[in-house]
């Protein structure tokens, strides 16, 4: 069953066409990744499927629901949830508080609290908790994001390069929370470039190169695709 | 519910600051016991402009939205108070018409806030176009000299202002005197403590959130537009409060009241006292009002003077409040080293470092 | 029919000249520091003492007019370099410092000079066409807002002084980067908009009566169209001026003053409610 289903969807801005004509489908349950080299338009079609931008042309569908007039805060309520790619926290409210504000409107009193202390322990925050979260590291802030991202507990999680600025090893454990999440049912879609990353959660692969849909597959037959090799390598870019 | 009273929105808390509240309220209470009439009114007269200063505390402080559009919302329900009381003849009814004033004064803003914030504007805008329509609505006021400018019997007549309205009455009774000053102290306990109330809960929650990343609050589910919405129409009523509790308690009101320098005052109080805190709001607005009447008495220029310097210093020397700064450094001083206690106030002197670099 | 005809654009081009003459000097602040002042009407007010003064001494009046708005430019640079200078990173701060400023100089000058000064009324010339009567004063002040727009136009497009303050504009630390006093600049820039702000007063000082608190009058139209205008002084203002003024002329023609005003306001309202960006962006997509 399709959870996330882009017909269609192009994006211009001015004469600069960042996104041509791209079909994407996000299976339930599965984690997919959208890779491509730099400048190939991964972020505004995470934009487009956020909801931060109106595509030129096509449709967005959740859920079978046509969702591309709305915006953002109702596709969060739909059920989606997002971390944008730079980490983009309540930097003057402590972390603690940051969190709740993401719980309160699912869950209240005890309930609640507890759901603040389990996510602070899975994100070694604990021990930060009352501290303001500008003062955390690049590196925590983007954990505290991805917290705040799954304490709406969505059908689907979008992230937009959740690693950048992480160390190999929180990237590590950045995947491994990934796929337990995904283990309890959550559907994932990553903007990612970190190679690594994607060998280690992806389920399904979509490459897109200068705006279009340039391959897209199972992670094995990805990886295996020369062409695919290629452009990152530069070969076949046009430019 | 009463546990919204404190939270990580407002400084303040525990035994020792509840104390210290008990006893100021109990100050104030007894105040009329040994004071003359002419002490009383003037403190009645200081009192009717917190509600305006709460307000713009709430909207700028928590929601980040700048609105120099206090006054707009003052004129509109002191003049609406006026309007109404004298149409509806006096009496018990003058209570209908100023609660009707204040509804007024929150329609207008919510039709003035639908424009601005669905249409993005914020930040340095929005304190631009709030002050133009407050300056139009005084200029406008200005010229209904002539007799022509009447709702039903009640005369606009211009810079000359409206009067002949009945002050709030109940049967026969007036409210005022003590008697205004005892609603007006009971008043101000009511909104400060719903306003901290709010703060702490989860709606403040998102108010600040909007005020920190509205992007972010978005992407956690919330409109934020609707929330920002509320605090300035929740913000405008206030000052629509203190519009309307003005034209009762003097009878009187002109368009001088609306627009500059009167437009500027709120914006004063709040900067210099601290505008991220309702109890630094409370206090600092109370203060300058004192000074500024002991002044006025003697030059309303050099009053003004004056409040125009504090401003400049205020951003100049503490952005965030000299009332709230030092009230902070009292506070530190003078104990609370418990460990929660320490800890909250690690936490705010950070929030007060980042705010100012 | 051709006086009906000159009558017409003789009351836009007087509403036109009032709009750019008053927005001017905000808008290339604005535009170039992302700062509104807030002492913008008191620099006009500044503008238009500094003329009655001069005039009250025997200079005569485009003399005093033009020593003027040197005046309130010289005053602007020491405010910028005094003030506003440290605000450029908090906006709104800077709002708040030029209007505690605002509120010395009109207070202070009410306390110093008191209400009123002796006006010098309007230089009297006029002419008729048909049956009616125009002030040529009116049609100077028309003449001397196209000329501002011009000279904005050679500044900023044809000298050395224009390229690097647009590149400014543009990217302060790249242009900083790149070798340009950006301290300077935006000194010079401030100075400039103050001293339209003083032209502006110096204008209109035989118009109207002079009083300190003269700058509010000013101020409601200066910023109207800095909002519908954007940062874009050339691209906005201008256009921003010509549209509030064909609002702001029917109605003054049918309602009077202060309904025109209203509507002015209920526009820009509506205008930002249906183009958030403000009419400039507009006008500059259509340009590309």
Not at chain 1, 16 to 33: F, I, P, R, W, Y
Not at chain 2, 128 to 151: C, D, K, N, R, Y
Not at chain 3, 232 to 257: C, D, E, H, K, W
Request: charged share 10%; proline share 3%; hydrophobic share 50%.
């Amino acid at each position: 069953m399709t959870l996330v289903e882009v017909k269609g969807v192009s994006k211009r801005f001015g004469g600069l066409t960042a996104v041509s004509d791209v079909d994407l489908a996000v299976n339930v349950g599965e984690v997919h990744c959208l890779i491509g080299p730099n400048g190939a338009g991964k972020s505004t079609l995470f934009k487009l499927i956020v909801g931060l931008y109106p595509p030129t042309q096509g449709s967005i569908l959740f859920d079978t629901v046509d969702i591309t007039a709305e915006r953002p805060y109702a596709r969060v309520q739909r059920g989606m949830s997002i971390k944008m790619q730079a980490p983009s926290v309540f930097k003057e409210l402590p972390v603690r508080q940051n969190i709740q504000i993401a719980l309160q409107e699912r869950l209240s009193g005890e309930e609640r609290l507890a759901e603040e202390d389990r996510l602070l322990t899975l994100l070694n925050l604990a021990a930060d908790s009352d501290k303001l979260a500008g003062a955390l590291s690049h590196g925590q802030q983007q954990w505290l994001e991805i917290g705040m991202a799954l304490a709406l507990k969505p059908q689907l999680l979008l992230l937009d390069e959740p690693t950048a600025g992480m160390s190999p090893e929180e990237t590590f454990r950045t995947g491994e929370l990934i796929k337990s999440f995904n283990a309890e049912g959550m559907t994932v879609l990553v903007v990612e470039h970190d190679m690594a990353f994607v060998r280690q959660v992806a389920q399904r692969v979509t490459v897109l190169h200068l705006g279009k849909i340039f391959a897209r597959g199972d992670l094995e037959s990805i990886l295996q695709d020369e062409k695919v090799a290629e452009i990152y390598l530069g070969k076949t870019h046009a430019h | 519910m009463f546990k919204l009273l404190e939270g990580p929105q407002t400084l303040g808390r525990g035994k020792k600051f509840w104390l210290c509240f008990v006893a100021v309220l109990a100050g104030a209470l007894s105040y009329p016991l040994f004071a003359d009439s002419y002490g009383v009114g003037n403190f009645a007269y200081f009192l009717i402009w917190i509600f305006m200063a709460l307000g713009l505390c709430l909207m700028w402080g928590y929601g980040g939205m700048l609105s120099f559009g206090q006054t707009l919302f003052f004129g509109i329900a002191g003049y609406g108070y006026g309007v109404l009381a004298i149409n509806m003849g006096g009496g018990t009814a003058t209570i209908a018409a100023l609660a009707l004033s204040v509804v007024l004064a929150m329609i207008a803003a919510g039709i003035l806030g639908y424009f601005m914030i669905w249409g993005g504007i914020n930040g340095i805008f929005f304190g631009i176009v709030t002050l133009s329509a407050t300056l139009v609505l005084a200029f406008f006021l200005g010229q209904t000299a002539g007799p022509e400018w009447h709702i039903g019997p009640a005369r606009l007549n211009g810079f000359n202002g409206m009067k002949g309205m009945d002050p709030l009455t109940v049967g026969d009774f007036y409210v005022e005197g003590s008697a205004l000053y005892y609603v007006m102290v009971a008043l101000i306990v009511i909104v400060y403590l719903a306003l901290r109330m709010l703060v702490n809960s989860g709606i403040g929650n998102v108010i600040v959130a909007t005020r920190e990343n509205p992007q972010r609050a978005e992407m956690l589910g919330y409109d934020v537009r609707k929330y920002q919405l509320l605090t300035f129409v929740i913000g405008s009523g206030l000052a629509g409060l203190s519009g309307a509790l003005y034209t009762s308690w003097g009878q009187f009101i002109t368009p001088s009241s609306i627009g500059l320098p009167a437009a500027a005052m709120p914006i004063v109080w709040v900067a210099f006292s601290g505008r991220s805190d309702l109890t630094a709001t409370l206090v600092g607005s109370f203060l300058l009002l004192f000074g500024f009447q002991t002044i006025t008495v003697y030059s309303q220029q050099a009053a003004l003077v004056l409040m125009g310097a504090l401003l400049l210093a205020t951003v100049m020397l503490a952005p965030q409040g000299f009332v709230l700064g030092i009230g902070k450094l009292a506070a530190g001083w003078w104990g609370g080293r418990g460990p929660s206690d320490a800890g909250a106030s690690l936490t705010e002197t950070a929030r007060l470092q980042s705010k100012e670099s | 029919m051709s006086a009906e005809v000159f009558s017409l654009f003789y009351q836009f081009a007087d509403v036109f000249a009032f709009l750019i003459l008053s927005a001017a000097g905000l808008a290339i602040v604005f535009g170039m520091m992302g700062v509104i002042n807030m002492a913008h009407g008191e620099f006009i007010m500044c503008g238009a003492y500094v003329t009655v003064g001069l005039v009250n001494l025997g200079v005569p009046l485009a003399i005093a007019q033009i020593l003027a708005a040197v005046t309130a430019g010289l005053i602007g640079v020491l405010v910028e370099f005094l003030v506003v200078r440290r605000f450029y990173k908090r906006p709104l701060d800077s709002l708040l410092a030029t209007w505690g400023l605002s509120l010395i100089v009109t207070q202070s000058m009410l306390l110093i000079v008191g209400s009123a000064v002796r006006g010098i009324g309007t230089p009297e010339g006029s002419f008729a066409i048909g049956d009616y009567t125009f002030s040529t004063y009116r049609l100077v002040l028309f003449g001397c807002a196209v000329a501002v727009l011009a000279g904005l136009y050679i500044i900023f497009m044809k000298t050395r002084f224009g390229v690097i303050a647009r590149a400014t504009m543009q990217n302060a630390a790249m242009a900083k980067a790149l070798g340009a006093r950006t301290g300077r600049i935006y000194a010079i820039s401030f100075g400039i908009g103050t001293g339209l702000a003083g032209l502006c007063g110096a204008l209109y000082a035989p118009t109207m009566t002079l009083i300190p608190t003269m700058g509010a009058t000013f101020v409601v139209e200066s910023f109207v169209t800095v909002v519908i205008g954007g940062a874009n002084v050339l691209l906005g203002t201008a256009p921003a001026a010509v549209f509030l003024a064909m609002i702001r002329m029917a109605l003054n023609a049918s309602y009077g003053q202060i309904i025109g005003q209203i509507g002015m306001l209920v526009a820009v309202i509506v205008i930002i409610r249906v183009l958030p960006e403000g009419l400039s962006s507009v006008l500059v997509r259509r340009g590309r």
